[in-house]
T-cell receptor, first 114, second 112 residues
Framework: EAGVAQSPRYKIIEKRQSVAFWCNPI?????LYWYQQILGQGPKLLIQ????????DSQLPKDRFSAERLKGVDSTLKIQPAKLEDSAVYLC????????????FGEGSRLTVL | GDSVTQMEGPVTLSEEAFLTINCTYT??????LFWYVQYPGEGLQLLLK?????DKGSNKGFEATYRKETTSFHLEKGSVQVSDSAVYFC???????????FGKGTRLSVIA
């Protein structure tokens, strides 16, 4: 089966600009996650969707970050305006609703903010 | 809140050496425990998991045992290979449809 697809793989922007990342989860996976991985740290959850509803967005900086999953399939994460500290890899993951825990990750989108 | 602490890296070993990467956790309830691996240029992938106390997860020669009494899930391999060079992440997932909580990761380099 096809894995989690993410694009773009790399993005370089100036601070205060905007950027959007796209994720297509594994077919049939109801739950989708966006994680932020800063260099040298473990992934940190930004937002979790179940189908097209938000389950947890408590760590999403809502003044600049937004995410949607309108049809319960693919998802977009947007940052506007970007700050230097947003430089990170943005990981998308998905899992089945009845999962025993395994999350399947995409290769990530590396963002550099100059 | 739930958290995972794993040993600082980087860890550098010679081929065929024994590997241990320590991982301890803090969580309410009875979480499931995981080791994920990230090879250079690739995404995170599950290495092994254990869902209850005293369970042993194993895969590709790696093993980890869920120790509730010491809240630990140390990763071990008896003989590492150059191809094991990667970053290893310990993670937990508490009950219900909750997200994974990761440690900071440990970079392993194996030299021939």
């Amino acid at each position: 089966e096809a894995g989690v697809a993410q694009s773009p793989r790399y993005k370089i922007i100036e601070k205060r600009q905007s950027v959007a990342f796209w994720c297509n989860p594994i077919s049939g996976h109801a739950t989708l996650y966006w994680y932020q991985q800063i260099l040298g740290q473990g992934p940190k959850l930004l937002i979790q969707f179940q189908n097209n509803g938000v389950v947890d967005d408590s760590q999403l900086p809502k003044d600049r970050f937004s995410a949607e999953r309108l049809k319960g399939v693919d998802s977009t994460l947007k940052i506007q305006p970007a700050k230097l500290e947003d430089s990170a890899v943005y990981l998308c993951a998905s899992s089945r609703l009845d999962s025993t825990g395994e999350l399947f990750f995409g290769e990530g989108s590396r963002l550099t903010v100059l | 809140g739930d958290s995972v602490t794993q040993m600082e890296g980087p860890v550098t070993l010679s081929e065929e050496a024994f590997l241990t990467i320590n991982c301890t956790y803090t969580a309410t309830g009875y979480p499931s425990l995981f080791w994920y691996v990230q090879y250079p240029g690739e995404g995170l992938q599950l290495l092994l998991k254990a869902t209850k106390a005293d369970d042993k997860g194993s895969n590709k020669g790696f093993e980890a045992t869920y120790r509730k009494e010491t809240t630990s899930f140390h990763l071990e391999k008896g003989s590492v290979q150059v191809s094991d060079s990667a970053v290893y992440f310990c993670a937990l997932r508490n009950s219900g449809n909750t997200p994974l909580v990761f440690g900071k990761g440990t970079r392993l380099s194996v030299i021939a």
